[in-house]
Every structure is written in structure tokens, then in C-alpha cells.
């Protein structure tokens, strides 16, 4: 049971870990900013060379090493969109009069540098992982992609619980490209399919007829798919998530943020505007 339950455990605890980490140090002030990007630099750089090392090792230990190392790369992406570095050409708020495609380039227009970044750091991870033996560096940030696309396209249609207050004070604009409503007809099919895809995983997990790495890799995926769908959840049912990173978000002061959620409610009883959700 413990090749099962110790990476459920430690899936939770580094997603849980690193998210608040990442909120923390994004609300530090800005001055200190550059000092983190270039640590986290780092570390995306390290964890690369770590995934060429361990592409033929299949001990359980090197999923463990492949797992953190997608997630420390993937942690660089959300850094240098938090922090202001990766966003996108617009950075004003969205006009809100705009419907269609238009509206969905607009919203476009607030993030295509992160994605073009997160589409490069997968085309390294591929690079490094393709072929071998130990690929769950590539497939653990290929989950992370995909789930995030998910859930910016659902805040993009509308969505009842949106985390603005994640939101630091130089991406407040941000809100305006939110958009609430009760559902869109996106969610439904997302979460059914990403539910079966958890299914699965966590069959080939618990039932594997391959090595100790294979069930441990398959428990690490089931659980990031299990805590993806989660978020999804948590955008249509009332809960407070937020206080699962209080102690990350404590000294976190948003100017305008009140005036950005009364923009909101009055702008959504038009049906505008619309976008995508930051980290998580």
C-alpha cells in the first residue's frame, strides 16, 4: 500500500508546498523579484540536466526525481507570470465592450508570452525525455499544461469562483478579463474526460503489471490529475480554497483589488468580459 499512498502523499504536499511558495515570494515586494527569478532560473536549469540524467533510471526514486523536476520547471513559468516578466502585450484593463473572437484575443493578448514560454519548456522537456526509458518529467508537465489551458478556457466562458485575490497588485487589471456565470457548456465535458483520464491512472497505478517505477509514476500522474480536477471543482462550488494557503498569502496587500471585483459584478450582467485564472 505505501508504493500507492507515499506518492499520493507527496504529490499533495509538494503541489500544496510549492504553490504557496510561489504566492509568497510573489507577494514580497518587487525589488526582490529579480533575485528570485534568477534562483528560479536556476533550479529550471538544474532540474533539465537532472531530467537528462535520470532519462534511463527507472528506480522508484527517479519518478520521485523526474516528478519534482517538471514541477520545479513548471514552477519558473508560473514565477515569471505571477511576477510580471512572461505576461503578454496588454497589460491595461479590457475594454469590456468586445464579444467573440475579438474578446477571446483581447484576453489573448494578457498571456501569450507565458504560453509561448510554457509551449518552450515542454519542447525542452521533450527534447531531454523522448525516447527513454524514465518520460514522467515530460508527462507530469504535460498535465500541468493541458489542466491549465482547461481552466483558463473555463474562466474565459464563465465561471461562479474565481480566485482574483491570488492576483498580485501589478496584475490586478487581470480581473477584467474574468468572466462570471453559473456554468459554461465547456466544464462539463472537460471534467468528465479529465475524471475518466484519473480513472485510468489510478487502474494502471493500483493494478500495474510492470515495475515498482511504473506504479509509482502511475499513483504520482493519478494524483496530479486528481488535484487538477479539484481546481476545476472549485471553480463551480463555494468553497473558501484560499485557506489552504493563508499562511502564503498573509501579508499580501492588493490595491484596487475591491474595485476590480465591483468592475466585475457590474461588467458581467452584460455578458462581458472574460480570461483566465492565475495560479490556482
Known amino acids: 500500500m505505501m508504493e500507492i499512498g507515499l506518492p ?3 504529490s499533495i504536499f509538494l503541489w500544496w508546498f510549492s504553490t504557496g511558495a510561489i504566492l509568497y515570494l510573489d507577494g514580497l515586494k518587487r525589488s526582490t523579484f529579480p533575485v528570485s527569478m534568477v534562483v528560479a532560473s536556476l533550479a529550471a536549469a538544474i532540474s533539465l540536466l537532472v531530467l537528462w540524467s535520470i532519462r534511463d533510471n527507472v528506480a522508484p ?5 523526474g516528478f519534482t523536476a517538471a514541477l520545479v520547471i513548471w514552477g519558473w513559468n508560473e514565477m515569471a507570470f505571477l511576477m510580471g516578466y512572461l505576461t503578454g502585450p496588454r497589460r491595461v484593463p479590457s475594454a469590456g465592450n468586445l464579444k467573440g473572437f475579438s474578446r477571446f484575443t483581447e484576453a489573448s493578448g494578457t498571456i501569450i508570452h507565458h504560453e509561448i514560454a510554457i509551449a518552450f519548456s515542454a ?3 521533450g527534447l531531454v525525455c523522448w525516447g527513454s526509458a524514465n518520460m514522467l518529467g515530460f508527462w507530469t508537465f504535460l498535465v500541468l499544461w493541458l489542466m491549465r489551458l482547461s481552466t483558463k478556457f473555463n474562466i474565459f466562458l464563465g465561471a461562479p469562483n474565481i480566485t482574483d485575490n491570488f492576483l498580485p497588485a501589478h496584475l490586478t487589471y487581470l480581473s477584467s478579463y474574468f468572466r462570471r456565470r453559473s456554468m459554461n457548456g465547456l466544464f462539463p465535458l472537460v471534467i ?16 500495474s503489471q510492470g515495475s515498482a517505477f511504473d506504479g509509482t509514476a502511475y499513483s504520482l500522474l ?5 488535484l487538477a480536477v479539484l481546481e476545476h471543482w472549485l471553480l463551480f462550488i463555494p468553497l473558501p480554497s484560499s485557506w489552504l494557503w493563508r ?3 498573509r501579508d499580501r496587500v492588493v490595491p484596487g483589488a475591491q474595485a476590480a ?17 492565475g495560479r490556482r
Request: no cysteine; net charge positive; hydrophobic share 55%.
Open 8 to 10: 499520493i502523499l507527496f
Open 61 to 65: 526514486s527517479a519518478a520521485y526525481v
Open 123 to 125: 519542447l525542452a522537456i
Open 192 to 207: 468528465t474526460v479529465s475524471s475518466l483520464v484519473t480513472v485510468w491512472l489510478a487502474h494502471k497505478a493500483i493494478w
Open 222 to 226: 493519478a494524483s496530479l490529475m486528481a
Open 247 to 249: 499562511w502564503s498569502l
Open 261 to 277: 471585483t465591483a468592475k466585475i459584478s457590474v461588467s458581467t450582467q452584460d455578458g462581458t468580459p472574460g480570461g483566465l485564472r
